[in-house]
């Protein structure tokens, strides 16, 4: 999730913890700790493959920040003697600072829960900025500090709602599946890796991509539509065009489960993560072999390009197929209006 959901998460928490104990210093160190497990950010690991691949990594397992909130509270308990025990300051501490991976984990993008084990949790119920998750927590906090006898009591009721949001978004993951299945049984496609998000900013409109050998399919499906079935559309998908892979293209089809297509530009062979993003707005795009002026190719280093920019013409049709607008396809164009050589219905 974004920084300031995650402060605002980690100083309700702190809230919460401390109770009556509860002071806007105890909310403040919250806030910063809730947003430390994101420093990782800052730490290069050599290539932008690898940059997206550990980002969440050891910074976000439980397995590190248990001992290191003990750590924490061991040297704030010496050095800044509190009215805290330190068990009530480490579980504080503790509960700031897990709290974050645990919402991240409800994101598309994968959270490594368990580093250094191979364990990466991506609910994908939840969009990474989704206002209604957070502003309950930011309007009970701006409340606590003018209502200070009540910090704590509001701190909880903001994350009460916050967590009844977040629970709400699994139950709507769960509908859009469930149609999704049920369209897809008895069809060549059922028992395809299929991968389902959030569009940005809700949990009404759902994204759906499912994987078919050199093409993939792309639907959008909004709870509020009147006809189950998602109208989707083929893509091309590609294959890797080298007899060997190189170590990055290896990691990106572990991290993305193979949601990932291949496509030749001109003499560079793009891999673009196909789980992040809408329409042809995909933003981890990479560079991952060249050919050489005899037409021979070769893995690369990679090289990460930036990705479109979300066209503000798009953003009323992303609007209308939320609300169940069903004459609008994958590609926020009207059916009538775009052309699609390979559109057809699953």
Same mark, same amino acid.
């Given at each position: 999730?974004?920084?300031?959901?995650?402060?605002?998460?980690?100083?309700?928490?702190?809230?919460?913890?401390?109770?009556?104990?509860?002071?806007?210093?105890? #909310? =403040?160190?919250? /806030?910063? %700790?809730? @947003?430390? +497990?994101? *420093?990782?950010?800052?730490? $290069? &690991? !050599?290539?932008?493959?690898?940059?997206?691949?550990?980002?969440?990594?050891?910074?976000?397992?439980?397995?590190?920040?248990?001992?290191?909130?003990?750590?924490?509270?061991?040297?704030?308990?010496?050095?800044?003697?509190?009215?805290?025990?330190?068990?009530?300051?480490? #579980? =504080?501490?503790? /509960?700031? %600072?897990? @709290?974050? +991976?645990? *919402?991240?984990?409800?994101? $598309? &993008? !994968?959270?490594?829960?368990?580093?250094?084990?191979?364990?990466?949790?991506?609910?994908?119920?939840?969009?990474?900025?989704?206002?209604?998750?957070?502003?309950?927590?930011?309007?009970?906090?701006?409340?606590?500090?003018?209502?200070?006898?009540?910090?704590?009591?509001?701190?909880?009721?903001?994350?009460?709602?916050?967590?009844?949001?977040?629970?709400?978004?699994?139950?709507?993951?769960?509908?859009?599946?469930?149609?999704?299945?049920?369209?897809?049984?008895?069809?060549?496609?059922?028992?395809?890796?299929?991968?389902?998000?959030?569009?940005?900013?809700?949990?009404?409109?759902?994204?759906?991509?499912?994987?078919?050998?050199?093409?993939?399919?792309?639907?959008?499906?909004?709870?509020?539509?009147?006809?189950?079935?998602?109208?989707?559309?083929?893509?091309?998908?590609?294959?890797?065009?080298?007899?060997?892979?190189?170590?990055?293209?290896?990691?990106?089809?572990?991290?993305?489960?193979?949601?990932?297509?291949?496509?030749?530009?001109?003499?560079?062979?793009?891999?673009?993560?196909?789980?992040?993003?809408?329409?042809?707005?995909?933003?981890?795009?990479?560079?991952?072999?060249?050919?050489?002026?005899?037409?021979?190719?070769?893995?690369?280093?990679?090289?990460?390009?930036?990705?479109?920019?979300?066209?503000?013409?798009?953003?009323?049709?992303?609007?209308?197929?939320?609300?169940?607008?069903?004459?609008?396809?994958?590609?926020?164009?009207?059916?009538?209006?775009?052309?699609?050589?390979?559109?057809?219905?699953?």
């Amino acid at each position: 999730m974004d920084s300031v959901t995650q402060a605002a998460l980690g100083a309700a928490v702190a809230g919460v913890f401390a109770g009556r104990k509860c002071s806007p210093k105890i #909310l =403040l160190a919250g /806030a910063a %700790l809730g @947003t430390l +497990p994101d *420093l990782d950010v800052l730490i $290069s &690991y !050599g290539d932008p493959v690898s940059d997206m691949v550990k980002h969440r990594g050891f910074s976000h397992s439980i397995l590190v920040l248990l001992p290191f909130s003990l750590l924490l509270a061991g040297l704030w308990h010496k050095w800044r003697p509190t009215r805290f025990s330190f068990r009530h300051l480490w #579980l =504080l501490i503790a /509960a700031c %600072l897990i @709290t974050h +991976p645990l *919402l991240d984990a409800f994101t $598309s &993008y !994968g959270t490594q829960l368990l580093w250094p084990f191979s364990v990466s949790v991506a609910v994908s119920s939840i969009f990474i900025i989704d206002p209604l998750y957070t502003l309950p927590l930011l309007l009970m906090l701006v409340a606590g500090l003018i209502w200070r006898q009540q910090m704590a009591r509001l701190c909880r009721i903001g994350l009460v709602i916050s967590s009844c949001y977040l629970i709400w978004s699994v139950v709507a993951l769960n509908i859009i599946e469930e149609r999704v299945r049920e369209q897809l049984d008895g069809t060549p496609l059922a028992g395809s890796p299929v991968f389902i998000t959030p569009t940005p900013i809700n949990t009404v409109l759902w994204r759906v991509v499912v994987l078919d050998g050199e093409i993939y399919w792309e639907g959008l499906a909004s709870l509020l539509d009147e006809q189950p079935d998602v109208d989707f559309i083929a893509k091309e998908r590609g294959s890797w065009l080298l007899a060997e892979k190189s170590v990055y293209l290896n990691m990106l089809e572990s991290f993305t489960h193979h949601f990932v297509k291949y496509e030749q530009v001109g003499a560079s062979i793009k891999v673009t993560d196909l789980r992040l993003g809408l329409a042809e707005y995909l933003p981890f795009q990479f560079v991952l072999a060249s050919q050489n002026g005899e037409g021979s190719w070769a893995v690369t280093d990679p090289q990460r390009l930036e990705g479109p920019r979300v066209s503000p013409k798009h953003l009323p049709a992303l609007w209308l197929r939320l609300l169940g607008n069903q004459d609008i396809d994958a590609n926020l164009c009207h059916i009538k209006e775009c052309p699609k050589p390979i559109h057809t219905g699953v």
